[in-house]
Structures are given as C-alpha cells and as structure tokens.
C-alpha cells in the first residue's frame, strides 16, 4: 500500500532505531514491491535439487534471483521483516519471496540424518499489519494463520529467535475511526521496546 503501509512503517522506525544502536552496522533493503518475482516451476526446482558443482548454466540462471535473496538472508544477522496480511496469509509478493529462498546447501542443509535450516544464529522480528483485530476476545482470533505460518516456516530454515510486533485493527484507521499517528502510538512503542538501551 505504499507510503499508506502500516507493516512498512513499522519495519523504517525499527530500522531506524537498529541504526542508531548499530552505527557500524549495514543495513540492506529489499522492498519486494519493486522487483517481479517468477513463481517457481519444476525446472526451477529440479535446479534447486541438483548439486550446486553439477548446475548447467541454465540452471544457474533460473537460479539467479534465489541465489541473491538467499545470499543476502545468509549475510544479515538480523531480520526486519514487514508482512501485511493478504487473505488470512501472507501478501502473493512474500510468498513468492519465501518460495525464492528455501534453497538446499544453502538456507537448508542436508546431511545424513535429514533436513535442517541453517539461519539458526540469526535473529527476526516480525512487522504484520492485519485489518481486523486478533486478540483473543475477538471472532477472529483464530483466524490469524499469518503468526503461525511465519513460525513455522523460519523455525524449519532453522530461525529459533524471533519476535513478532503485530498491528491488528488497521481498517479503523482506513475508516477513520482512529488516527494514524493514534493508531501507530503503541506499535511505535513496542518497536522502541526492542532497544533498551537507546
Ligand atoms: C488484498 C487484501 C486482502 C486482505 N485480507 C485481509 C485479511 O484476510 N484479514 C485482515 O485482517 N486484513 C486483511 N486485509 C487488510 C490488510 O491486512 C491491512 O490493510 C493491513 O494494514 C495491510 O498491511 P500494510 O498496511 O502494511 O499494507 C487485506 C487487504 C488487502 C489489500
């Protein structure tokens, strides 16, 4: 939604904050609203199965985008992630981002006793902006497949530390029953929460 994203507001006064307390720091952006993503197909995957010293150059050209995304989540310590929710799930674009980075010998590795993520020194915090509320008095509170998910799905490339600010309610200030700056207040206050020294 642009300049009007709640979830994007809230990962640029994270990242803010994050540069302050890390003034030596890199910070790199991916705003996967700028870029086209393929969905993955099955050359795509037989790619990705295929050992990476017996790729033909074909294949490391479908493999080309992935091998970029993939590259920058192994090089951050930390993950600033904005994801607004899109059907009860993630928007179409991050999905396709997620699809782009489960990559073997890379974000997974596979040994003899299975399969297991690799990112398991870094850590994620989660920005999700939901239009309806979430909390448990509402009818909705089971609906929120989006906090799960996103466990599950880092939890398997091996993320254990992850913390999750969640801006529930957000149609209230398309509505303008509240407003934006109101609205954003203890979300603002949360992400300043992750700083405790600053
Ligand atoms: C296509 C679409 C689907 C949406 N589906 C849901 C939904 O299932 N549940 C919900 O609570 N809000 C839903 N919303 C509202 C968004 O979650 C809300 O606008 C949120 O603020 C989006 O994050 P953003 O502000 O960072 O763009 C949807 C919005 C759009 C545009």
Same mark, same amino acid.
């Given at each position: 939604?642009?300049? #009007? ?11 803010? /904050?994050? /540069? ?17 993503? &393929? ?15 017996? /790729? ?33 799930? &993630? ?37 999700? #902006? #939901? ?5 448990? &008095? ?9 906090? &799960? ?50």
């Amino acid at each position: 939604m642009g300049q #009007a994203s709640i979830s994007r507001h809230l990962t640029r006064e994270f990242v803010q /904050r994050w /540069r302050s307390a890390n003034p030596q720091g890199e910070v790199i952006t991916r705003d996967l609203t700028t870029i086209a993503i &393929p969905v993955i197909d099955a050359a795509w995957v037989a790619a990705n199965y295929t050992p990476r010293e017996l /790729r033909t150059q074909q294949q490391n050209e479908i493999l080309a985008l992935s091998t970029e995304l993939t590259g920058e989540l192994l090089d951050a310590d930390e993950y600033a992630i904005g994801v607004p929710m899109h059907n009860w799930g &993630p928007s179409s674009s991050f999905k396709l981002w997620v699809d782009q980075i489960v990559r073997f010998g890379e974000t997974i590795a596979i040994t003899p006793s299975g399969m297991n993520g690799t990112l398991d020194t870094k850590r994620a915090t989660f920005f999700i #902006a #939901a239009g309806r509320h979430y909390g448990p &008095p509402s009818a909705d509170a089971l609906r929120n497949h989006l906090e &799960p998910w996103l466990r599950t799905f880092f939890g398997s490339l091996g993320v254990r530390d992850m913390r999750f600010v969640f801006a529930d309610g957000t149609a209230e200030v398309r509505k303008g029953m509240i407003g934006r700056a109101a609205f954003l207040a203890p979300h603002v206050d949360a992400v300043q929460s992750l700083f405790p020294g600053n």
